[in-house]
């Protein structure tokens, strides 16, 4: 009788696991549908009417459940941000899109994240099979985004606490860096550590209000050019830089 139960509880557990994943799947795909439209909404400030299609394709079996806080999992591939503790954000998906598209990355790319907070960001970079190199400032945060990438299997990612302004000097040159905690200016040690010919994604201007995403182009002479993309609201970029 006992191992009756035990059977028939093990089925349901699997059979309910397997229903939850379907439901996942739908959400993450309607989730990508709501991506697709805000790209169309602002293409006229983007330059563009679709993003990469491996990194929507990434992103449509990301499971961003996973780096959520457990009672925000209801929400977790609705379009917004969402808390993560410690008055952190995880960021809105299709600007994580936005993000990963514009910094072209390509597998074997060494990428710089600032402001690893729940590890999403990072993680779609590393599943397009990017070395990714991560910095968080709050502690319990990075350990926790190490432990999940520990779990996740993402062996293709560095993660360090500190402040991230000061960019990761022992593992640069980086292809590109993205920033992802407004600066109220780009933080040179990030420049100088970004390659000839890379690509940096940050938001500027004042925490918690319109900052502007900007796209920086080192050029092969070390020259910048800058590119203003699209006004974001990003929480603000601290330390004691
Ligand atoms: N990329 C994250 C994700 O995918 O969940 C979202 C990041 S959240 C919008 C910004 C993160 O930047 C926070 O976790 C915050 O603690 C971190 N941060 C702020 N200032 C920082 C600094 N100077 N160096 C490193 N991380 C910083």
Redesign the pocket.
């Known amino acids: 009788m006992y191992r009756q139960i035990k059977l028939f509880s093990m089925t349901l557990l699997i059979l309910c696991s397997c229903v939850q994943a379907e439901e996942y799947t739908a959400r993450r795909q309607q989730m990508i549908r709501e991506i697709e439209a805000d790209v169309l909404d602002t293409a006229a400030y983007i330059d563009k009417r679709a993003l990469n299609p491996k990194v929507m394709e990434v992103m449509a079996q990301l499971p961003r459940h996973r780096?959520v806080p457990q009672k925000q999992q209801p929400y977790a591939y609705e379009n917004r941000p969402l808390g993560?503790g410690?008055g952190?954000?995880?960021?809105q998906p299709y600007i994580?899109a936005l993000m990963s598209d514009l910094l072209h990355p390509d597998p074997g790319h060494r990428i710089l994240?600032?402001?690893?907070?729940?590890?999403?960001?990072?993680a779609v970079l590393a599943q397009m099979g990017a070395q990714v190199y991560t910095?968080?400032?709050?502690e319990p945060?990075g350990k926790q985004a190490a432990d999940r990438f520990a779990e996740l299997g993402y062996g293709n990612i560095s993660t360090r606490i500190?402040?991230?302004?000061y960019g990761w000097e022992s593992q640069a040159p980086f292809d590109s860096i993205v920033v992802?905690?407004a600066a109220s200016h780009v933080p040179p040690p990030l420049i100088d550590q970004l390659k000839p010919g890379g690509r940096m994604v940050i938001p500027v201007g004042g925490g918690f209000q319109v900052q502007q995403l900007m796209l920086i182009e080192k050029q092969e002479d070390g020259g910048i050019k800058t590119r203003q993309i699209l006004p974001v609201r990003?929480?603000p970029?601290?330390?004691s830089h």
Do not use: C, K, P, W
């Open positions: 780096f993560i410690h952190q954000t995880i960021s994580v994240e600032l402001g690893t907070g729940s590890g999403y960001q990072a910095i968080e400032i709050i945060l500190g402040d991230g302004y992802t905690a990003f929480v970029l601290t330390g």
